[in-house]
């Protein structure tokens, strides 16, 4: 099964003997879009119940280490989960939990003071464009225009980086129908994600479950017997593919079988 290969969970199976093998699992997990579904209002987005149960099983098993892995600003993420037992991580790895305890990487704290001023000044030039919202998340920014009406992508896009590119210490990135402004620090998903696999036994595997652009930098950095699984469909660094967001809660049920070795059904 290749990267390029657009797949149906089903064929996820013929790993179940490699993933069973392992002496453990490391599963982290995209939010919006993976384990809630992606809506017009950024404020809606739950995680659905059949994930809930579904994480809450692999939480529960001794030997797998969850993280929840977004681009959602950590206070945001962790009430909209909920579950005890798991490693949020905000901002794209920016902000993560130890011990329970909030951390942010010390490089985008600094940079914060500007990062409110470019805030300033996105909205100052963006009023004019209805449906278009600027989500303060501490240490960065997103963008949102997915319900914006008469402006496109490229106007929305173009009025952020002209505001950031003359910021020393700022960058922009795109996403589905977002526009981030963020630190220029060389940290991201899969930064994070190395972070976290150096917190579990060597012999221990990875599976990360994504459906965006942002969720490549993770699926780069997976070893040859680590998982990576698109959510969607797509061109992607990604070995494996779920179709949907609706498939997300199959594919972790999945995961606690073959950790209790259970065989899948054919």
Do not use: C
């Amino acid at each position: 099964m290749t990267a390029q290969q657009h797949t149906p969970v089903a064929n996820v199976y013929s790993v179940d003997r490699q993933l069973g093998e392992a002496d453990g699992l490391l599963v982290a997990l995209d939010f919006d879009g993976t384990l809630a579904p992606i809506m017009d209002d950024p404020d809606a987005p739950q995680i659905t119940q059949a994930n809930l149960r579904a994480v809450e099983r692999l939480v529960d098993h001794p030997d797998t280490l969850v993280a929840v892995v977004s681009g959602r600003q950590l206070a945001d993420l962790r009430p909209r989960v909920g579950i005890e037992g798991i490693r949020y991580v905000g901002n794209h790895g920016l902000e993560y939990t130890v011990d329970g305890e909030r951390e942010v990487h010390p490089e985008a704290e600094a940079q914060m003071e500007d990062l409110q001023n470019a805030r300033e000044e996105i909205e100052r030039r963006l009023t004019e464009f209805e449906g278009v919202h600027v989500e303060d998340k501490a240490v960065t920014l997103t963008v949102h225009y997915r319900r914006a009406r008469d402006v496109s992508a490229e106007e929305v896009t173009a009025v952020v980086e002209d505001v950031v590119e003359p910021v020393e210490g700022l960058k922009t990135s795109n996403g589905k129908m977002i526009v981030e402004v963020k630190p220029t620090v060389e940290w991201h998903k899969g930064a994070i994600v190395e972070r976290l696999r150096d917190e579990v036994p060597a012999s221990w595997q990875t599976v990360y479950v994504g459906d965006d652009t942002t969720d490549e930098d993770a699926f780069r950095v997976l070893g040859e017997d680590d998982f990576g699984v698109l959510v969607g469909e797509r061109a992607t660094a990604a070995d494996y593919r779920v179709q949907d967001q609706a498939e997300v809660s199959r594919l972790l049920n999945w995961l606690v079988g073959v950790l209790g070795g259970e065989m899948p059904e054919e």
